[in-house]
T-cell receptor
Framework: NAGVTQTPKFQVLKTGQSMTLQCAQD?????MYWYRQDPGMGLRLIYY???????DKGEVPNGYNVSRLNKREFSLRLESAAPSQTSVYFC????????????FGEGSRLTVL | AQKITQTQPGMFVQEKEAVTLDCTYD???????LFWYKQPSSGEMIFLIY??????QNATEGRYSLNFQKARKSANLVISASQLGDSAMYFC???????????????FGKGTHLIIQP
């Protein structure tokens, strides 16, 4: 029962480097989400995918791109990392759009120097 | 305007006492859900309890209950008989069926850091 799996768990980047956070869910969920968590800010939505083949912006999309590779996988890419992107990133999934709880991965801690 | 407001950044409570964590929300969507998540120091997000906007009764899950006051747009989490393991960050969140034309997903409050003292 893996649920939502994120990789890597930890990453340190230099400013300007690129990287991709990978996320996979094994619950046959339709919708997937990427959030970032910063101290005192709660979780903020970066991008989401309501279903395979669709992606949409959330509250804080600037500096990020996403790909819904298939129903299971949803990746988040930082093309040119900035120190402001230092954060903990969570991937989540939901069976349906608009209703029900989100199931979260364990988080990925990213530091940009 | 914030959609979810948690007014208690931190709380200290004695073990075995009941705890109420405050949450108010703002939406014009008639269909929505309210959620509470727990985030222990290990960092994972643990779903605790859910209340739908049309639910007549307050939700309960073991020691957790949600005090839902729709007219006041309030969805407080009550933890009965607190335990040391309840020490964590607690987040209130809302999901709107129609999202006012905006993004789907949960909108989170900033959280309450609960510390249970022996």
């Amino acid at each position: 029962n893996a649920g939502v799996t994120q990789t890597p768990k930890f990453q340190v980047l230099k400013t300007g480097q690129s990287m991709t956070l990978q996320c996979a869910q094994d619950m046959n969920h339709n919708s997937m989400y990427w959030y970032r968590q910063d101290p005192g800010m709660g979780l903020r939505l970066i991008y989401y995918s309501a279903s395979e083949g669709t992606t949409d912006k959330g509250e804080v999309p600037n500096g990020y791109n996403v790909s819904r590779l298939n129903k299971r996988e949803f990746s988040l890419r930082l093309e040119s990392a900035a120190p402001s992107q230092t954060s903990v990133y969570f991937c989540a999934s939901s069976e349906f759009i608009g209703a029900g709880e989100l199931f979260f991965g364990e988080g990925s801690r990213l530091t940009v120097l | 305007a914030q959609k979810i407001t948690q007014t208690q950044p931190g709380m200290f409570v004695q073990e075995k006492e009941a705890v109420t964590l405050d949450c108010t929300y703002d939406t014009s969507d008639p269909s929505y859900g309210l959620f509470w998540y727990k985030q222990p120091s290990s960092g994972e997000m643990i779903f605790l309890i859910y209340q739908g906007s049309y639910d007549q009764q307050n939700a309960t899950e073991g020691r957790y209950s949600l005090n839902f006051q729709k007219a006041r747009k309030s969805a407080n989490l009550v933890i009965s008989a607190s335990q040391l393991g309840d020490s964590a960050m607690y987040f209130c969140a809302m999901r709107e069926l129609y999202s006012g034309g905006g993004a789907d997903g949960l909108t989170f409050g900033k959280g309450t850091h609960l510390i249970i003292q022996p």
